[in-house]
């Protein structure tokens, strides 16, 4: 009897190893399959078009930048990714492909994050001062390169607040400024946002949430410096806010992840940096720089502006 009930946990095991491993097959062609039809749809094969990924010296060290566009004579676009620390540019083909008609779009992956960190891990240097020049010599580089007097700016996130601070600098290289998501006040931002989830949590009946954003409410507005804030606290309090907040036509998370894996622009270094490197303690660290950016965000680019 003991024969032969190993027998069949023996067998069971071994079926159980079999539809494990074509599962994880079927996985692994179903991503293939996309990712190959992805390349194929998003592929510009135009005469005048561009479709490039490249490393230039920038600030004395190289930095990745993803340049596509079917047509090189178009206006150029300098897209500054938020954060900091959260370039998207493997979700290009998902997001951008039809304004590629009518622009050449460059996504730059900015210093100590993203492919431009893997490329020199030992450069730390993200004062605002250095990113600002950073910026500088890619808009120059591209005016050369394309032939513009002005190259358009389109910041997201904290990218509106790279993107701001650089017009203020040099307004005569920039065509036009687009900010996406743009920060105004970076505490008020995320207090309205909260007060506004737990409004929605308390309609809901979920009176722990409610006094859970609550309590992160009243800690953030007490926080007067961004070097004392609680990172995890504010992590926490985003995530529940998100969570009440979410908008019509947003993508799931398990979408958002199957888009990335099937993009064709997804590499291993972009998986590493989302999975192991970066975190909201990274993205936070540059405020410092900005001085009373905390509190004020871009107030003194509109003033100025």
């Known amino acids: 009897m003991k024969k032969i009930s190993l027998k069949k946990v023996k067998k069971k095991m071994l079926m159980f190893f079999f539809v494990l491993c074509a599962i994880v097959l079927l996985t692994f062609l179903t991503i293939v399959f996309f990712r190959i039809h992805n390349s194929l749809e998003s592929k510009i094969d135009t005469d005048l078009g561009t479709q490039e990924n490249i490393y230039v010296t920038i600030g004395g060290i190289e930095q990745y930048l993803q340049i596509r566009g079917e047509d090189r004579n178009n206006p150029v676009i300098l897209w500054l990714h938020g954060g900091p620390g959260f370039p998207l540019t493997y979700l290009t083909c998902y997001y951008q492909t039809a304004l590629e008609k009518d622009y050449t779009i460059v996504c730059w992956e900015q210093r100590g994050c993203g492919r431009t960190f893997y490329r020199n891990k030992g450069d730390n240097n993200l004062a605002i001062e250095q990113l600002l020049a950073d910026t500088d010599e890619i808009i120059d580089y591209l005016r050369g390169r394309f032939g513009k007097d002005k190259i358009i700016i389109m910041g997201q996130s904290w990218g509106t607040v790279l993107g701001m601070e650089y017009i203020n600098v040099h307004p005569e290289k920039v065509a036009t400024y687009i900010g996406v998501g743009q ?3 970076f505490s008020h931002g995320k207090i309205y946002a909260a007060e506004n989830a737990a409004q929605i949590a308390s309609e809901n009946g979920n009176k722990e949430e ?17 070097k004392k804030l609680d990172v995890k606290s504010l992590e926490e309090m985003i995530i529940k806010s998100i969570k009440y907040l979410k908008c019509d036509g947003e993508m799931s998370g398990t979408k958002q992840i199957f888009t990335a894996i099937t993009s064709p622009e997804m590499s291993w270094n972009d998986a590493k940096w989302f999975l192991f490197a970066s975190d909201t303690q990274n993205i936070i660290a540059p405020w410092p720089a900005l001085g009373n950016g ?3 965000g871009c107030e003194k680019a509109y003033v100025t502006a």
Do not use: A, H, P
């Open 183 to 185: 920060v105004t006040n």
């Open 294 to 296: 905390f509190k004020c």
């Open 210 to 226: 409610v006094e859970f954003l609550e309590r992160c409410i009243e800690q953030l507005s007490e926080t007067e410096d961004i």
